[in-house]
């Protein structure tokens, strides 16, 4: 029935707004430091799985949020000290946090799952009461955008995101990337967990396996918000960052709309995978492209690796 | 103000690949000095530069800034004391960020990065004013971003971060390699007004002999990881390309011929 799609669509937008968190986590990582970072499939469940064993535990909601923010964020650190303490590439960085994350995660729950039953606590976000949930995502958004465009505002924020832009140019100019590197992983992972946190009291439980595929998810978000709404952002740092959260939005709308078409939504990862690979191929072809032009010279390009 | 005290790396060490890239630097530097490095490609030059920086730790030797021994500090916190401008325009600036965003990052060099706004009104007229003195109209672009901007204005505002607070030590690594003879010509003026207007302490490294004999008040040739000539004063001013060559070919013993080409 179309009534029937036209009613999923708010769950889709509630869905979109808290993944939309988790992805403008992603695009700190990945669009402003410049590192791929894969701590996240198993942060924004160490934030679930924090907040929803607090809340059950009778801590308050504030405290439980908190919490789960903090713990995000320390998982960031951890990823921090193997990539730029170790020596350890990001990437793989990233994937041994998971796993040790794995483990955390089924230690702070006690079990692979916990239920966060809307009629038995007092959440936040919940999908039984889909209005007043996207009226409080819609606060979370717009603080969590105006915080962070506080922050990078500053002299220190600008410090990570000239990190980010020119890693030999930050040096020079005296910023220890060490510092700002582990700072934005450590920012980075404490939203997706705070989006985690959000998750699980709208899903009503915290699962071992809901953060598989979540980096896929949060590019997706970043490339689809890029895509359909960069002409909006212009310059300003506010509009890119609300642009990703359109992005993460738009996506769940394809993926209700797959659903209600009655596809097998089993295909839908196998999906934003083949879309994330296909838009991350563009620079890298243009780029190639460019090299193949006999305007470039491939020996300044050699000099210049040999200085750096 | 700069000294290097027989200063060693080799790249590689133990492996087939293995390059002495500095075999016993020693220079020394006094305030005000402008020195010119010249020698052939792989002599050494960038890395005598890197060395100072602190891009990796040398093997042995001594560097002091100032009277400072710096050889176990980190390349970020060495920058305090250097201004750097490098080959390649795209090195030396953040292409995302806006013109002012980069200088202020430069402005606060050895300074604590806080969480206040990270520019302020004052600076922005005072960066108003510094980009002015360039002649390139880049006064009028402040918040756009760099990498809109050509490789001899990218290397403009690089000259402008790197002397923007006051360094103990200029280094310039062939700043101009990249660029057309004429932009090449103007960001070396440019260069050297900034350097007597403040009175820097400078090295700059350039594959031109006769920039070289023009420039500075003293000029050192590199080969095979040392110093083999050291120049200044009058005896630099009377310099010419020819006698640069000879030189070069009586102490390093090859054939005149190749000279030119090493050289180059
Ligand atoms: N980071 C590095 N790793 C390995 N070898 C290097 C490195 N930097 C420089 N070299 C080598 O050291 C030698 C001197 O290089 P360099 O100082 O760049 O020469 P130039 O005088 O042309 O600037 C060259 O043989 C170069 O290949
Ligand atoms: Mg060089």
Not at chain 1, 134 to 149: P, Q, S
Not at chain 1, 273 to 296: D, G, H, M, R, T
Not at chain 2, 105 to 127: D, P
Not at chain 2, 128 to 149: H, I, N, P, S
Request: overall charge positive; proline content about 2%.
């Amino acid at each position: 029935m179309f009534i029937n799609y036209l009613q999923s669509l708010p769950a889709a937008i509630a869905q979109g707004m808290i993944w939309g968190i988790m992805a403008i986590g992603v695009y700190i990582t990945y669009r402003i430091l410049d590192v791929a970072d894969l701590t996240v499939d198993g942060s924004i469940c160490t934030g679930a799985a924090v907040c929803a064993v607090m809340i059950i535990g009778g801590q308050p909601m504030w405290l439980a949020i908190l919490a789960a923010i903090l713990v995000g964020m320390l998982t960031g650190l951890v990823t921090g000290i193997f990539h730029v303490f170790m020596g350890i590439p990001a990437i793989l960085a990233g994937i041994l946090t998971q796993l040790v994350l794995w483990t955390a995660n089924l230690k702070i729950m006690g079990a692979a799952n916990r239920a966060l039953p809307a009629m038995k606590f007092n959440l936040l976000v919940a999908r039984l009461d889909l209005y007043k949930s996207i009226f409080i995502l819609i606060l979370f958004v717009f603080a969590v955008v105006a915080l962070l465009y506080l922050f990078f505002g500053t002299e220190f924020g600008a410090s990570i995101r000239a990190t980010g832009a020119n890693l030999n140019m930050s040096r020079a100019q005296g910023i220890n990337t060490n510092l700002t590197k582990i700072f934005g992983l450590v920012l980075s992972n404490g939203l997706v967990a705070l989006s985690g946190a959000l998750l699980a009291q709208y899903q009503g439980n915290s699962d071992i396996n809901m953060g598989k595929g979540a980096i896929v998810i949060g590019l997706a978000a970043v490339i689809i918000g890029e895509a359909l709404f960069g002409w909006m952002a212009r310059n300003n740092f506010a509009i890119k960052l609300f642009t990703v959260v359109l992005g993460s939005i738009v996506y769940y709308i394809v993926y209700t709309t797959v659903i209600y078409l009655g596809l097998d939504a089993d295909y839908l990862k196998m999906l934003s995978a083949i879309l994330v690979a296909i838009f991350l191929a563009v620079p890298y072809w243009k780029k190639n492209l460019k090299k193949s032009s006999p305007k470039n010279k491939p020996i300044k390009e050699k000099k210049a690796k040999e200085v750096a | 103000m700069l000294e290097l005290i027989d200063v060693r790396k080799t790249f590689n060490a133990g492996t087939i690949n293995e390059k002495k890239a500095l075999q016993g630097v020693n220079l020394h530097l006094k305030e005000g000095d402008f020195v010119t490095v010249i020698g052939g490609n792989g002599a050494g030059k960038s890395t005598v530069l890197n060395a100072i920086a602190g891009v990796w730790p040398i093997d042995s030797g001594m560097i002091k800034i100032d009277g400072v021994d710096v050889a176990h500090l980190s390349e970020h916190q060495r920058a305090k004391f250097l201004g750097r401008v490098f080959q390649d325009p795209m090195m030396g600036t953040a292409a995302t960020m806006e013109i002012e965003e980069n200088l202020a990052i430069a402005a606060r060099r050895g300074k604590r990065r806080t969480l206040r706004w990270r520019i302020s009104a004052k600076e922005r007229a005072e960066y108003r004013q510094a980009l002015a003195t360039l002649e390139l109209g880049l006064e009028d672009r402040m918040t756009a971003k760099v990498g809109l901007l050509s490789g001899g204005q990218r290397q403009a505002v690089t000259l402008l971060m790197a002397t923007i607070q006051k360094p103990k030590v200029l280094l310039l690594d062939e700043h101009t390699a990249a660029l057309d003879p004429k932009t090449a010509d103007k960001v070396l003026k440019l260069s050297e007004k900034i350097i007597s207007e403040n009175n820097l302490t400078a090295l700059m490294v350039t594959h031109n002999m006769q920039n070289a004999i023009d420039y500075g008040n003293r000029l050192i040739m590199m080969n095979n990881g040392q110093i083999i000539l050291d120049v200044s004063g009058e005896e630099k001013k009377a310099l010419t390309v020819d006698m640069l060559l000879k030189k070069f070919s009586e102490i390093s013993g090859t054939g005149f011929a190749n000279d030119r080409a090493l050289l180059s």
